[in-house]
Each structure stands twice: as structure tokens, then as C-alpha cells.
């Protein structure tokens, strides 16, 4: 694990990792620093038995515009081996990890957001795919996830066009988990990771994998492959912990095992 970098910061509160994109100036553009400074932190919250989950976020009122233009024609590389996009837009994370937006989340920055598990924005934030204005395409996931998220005519539009679109219509198609007042954002979003931490870290792990895994799953499968994912669950200590704190009108100590 190398160094988060100074243009990326990160903290640890109550079971969550938050890293903040700080690069405010430039509207939290991705360059090699940013790049590494994510995956860094991804790899912490990933590894620590402390945090459950992550969350991504951006300094200064911005979630992030996208990659550094400048950056690009340095030959800066802002993928991380074959982990996509900062880390993250090609990585197989064990843990939830949740995207809070404000204002911009567009090109790199909007494909960010849509690899984490769920997002929280302000009703002002913008998003939007503009790569085709600029001769380019959204390959870090934008392509190939928002028809999977949105309707197929509206995520083909966003690529073809290049236009921004609001939170609150984006929302209206089941994008966005939270909408929330402009500044509350991460705040939200803290709320939304708290009640998650709160969880048994063997369940919440195991869900999101059967969720994510079972879209590629046929109808005659799929109940084998979940069992067979499952079932250690319920042979867990942290399985027996739930059961006995529930009798005992008490919170959980959760194990992890």
C-alpha cells in the first residue's frame, strides 16, 4: 500500500472511510496523483477491519469533473493496472462503497459514481457523459454501466449527446439513492454508511455480492449459486451474535467471522 496522496485525503470515522477528491481548483479533475491517492485509500478502507464501508467524495462544493485534460496530454495514466479509472472503475470491491455528490459529476467523475454502490446528491448536482464533445468516449464504465442503471434510450442519449442532466431528473429513473439539500451531501451520506456499519460485516459483504453477481445468473441457477455463497452465513459466530444480542434486547458485537 503506497501513500494517499496530499490531493486526495481520507478519514475514518465509526466504521467508514471517506476519501475526499482536493483538488478544488481544478474542480477535482483525476490526474496520476488523484489516481493513486484513491486507489490508496480503496485499498485501506478494502483491507481494515475497522471500516465497513467507503465513501468518495469531492472538496470544495464539486464531486469531480472528469480527467485532467492537462494531465492527459502530459501522458499522465490515471488507471491503476487493471483496476480501471482511479482504482476503482474496473476493481471487484468486497465492501459497499457510496458516491456523495455535489455539484459536477461528469465525464471520469460521473462513471466514478456509478461504480460506487449507491449515491447520495444534492438536488444541484449535474451529471453527464461529455466525452463525445471532445472526440472521446466514456470507457471507464460509463458506456457499459448506465444502461444498466437507466433506462437504455436515456443512457444512450447521455453518451451520444455529451449533455449534462440534473440530479433530480436523473433521479427520477432510479440513479440516485438519496436527494438531499445542497452542502448536506457527504453529511447524508454518513447517515446512509452508519446504517450500514451497523450491520454484521459477513452479511453485508455477502449481499452485495449475490446482488451484483446474480444479474449475470440464469432463473435456473441461481438459487444453487446463491446457497452456495450464503451458507456459511448462517454457520457464522457473527450469525449466532445477531440471533443472541436479539434475545438479549442488546446491540451486536460483531466479529467478522
Avoid at 475514518?12 to 491517492?37: F, H, L, Q, W
Avoid at 480503496?42 to 464539486?62: N, R
Avoid at 454501466?145 to 455529451?162: D, S, V
Amino acid at each position: 500500500m503506497g501513500p494517499i496522496m496530499q490531493s486526495v485525503t481520507f478519514e475514518m470515522v465509526e466504521g467508514i472511510g471517506i476519501i475526499t477528491i482536493n483538488r478544488p481548483e481544478a474542480k477535482n479533475c483525476v490526474n496520476r496523483e488523484v489516481a493513486e491517492g484513491i486507489a490508496n485509500a480503496i485499498d485501506v478502507v478494502e483491507s481494515s477491519t475497522d471500516l465497513q464501508v467507503g465513501i468518495l467524495t469531492g472538496a470544495g462544493g464539486t464531486f469531480c469533473a472528469g480527467m485532467d485534460l492537462k494531465a492527459f496530454l502530459r501522458g499522465e495514466n490515471i488507471r491503476i493496472g487493471d483496476r480501471g479509472l482511479a482504482g476503482l472503475t474496473c476493481a471487484v470491491l468486497k465492501k459497499p462503497f457510496i458516491a456523495a455528490v455535489e455539484g459536477y459529476a461528469i465525464a471520469g467523475g460521473f462513471e466514478m459514481a456509478l461504480a460506487c454502490d449507491l449515491i447520495v446528491a444534492s438536488r444541484e448536482a449535474r451529471f453527464g457523459l461529455p466525452e463525445v464533445k471532445r472526440g472521446l468516449v466514456a470507457n471507464a464504465g460509463g458506456m457499459v454501466r448506465l444502461p444498466r442503471q437507466l433506462p437504455y434510450r436515456i443512457a444512450l442519449e447521455l453518451a451520444l449527446t455529451g449533455d449534462m442532466i440534473t440530479a433530480e431528473e436523473i433521479s427520477s429513473y432510479g440513479l440516485i439513492n438519496r436527494i438531499v439539500a445542497p452542502g448536506t451531501a457527504l453529511d447524508e451520506a454518513i447517515k446512509l454508511a452508519r446504517t450500514i456499519a451497523a450491520n454484521g460485516p459477513l452479511a453485508i459483504a455477502v449481499s452485495k455480492r449475490v446482488i451484483q453477481e446474480s444479474q449475470d445468473w440464469s432463473s435456473t441457477d441461481m438459487f444453487a449459486r446463491q446457497q452456495e455463497i450464503t451458507a456459511p452465513i448462517f454457520k457464522s459466530e457473527d450469525a449466532r451474535e445477531g440471533a443472541l444480542a436479539f434475545a438479549e434486547k442488546r446491540k451486536p458485537i460483531w466479529q467478522g467471522k
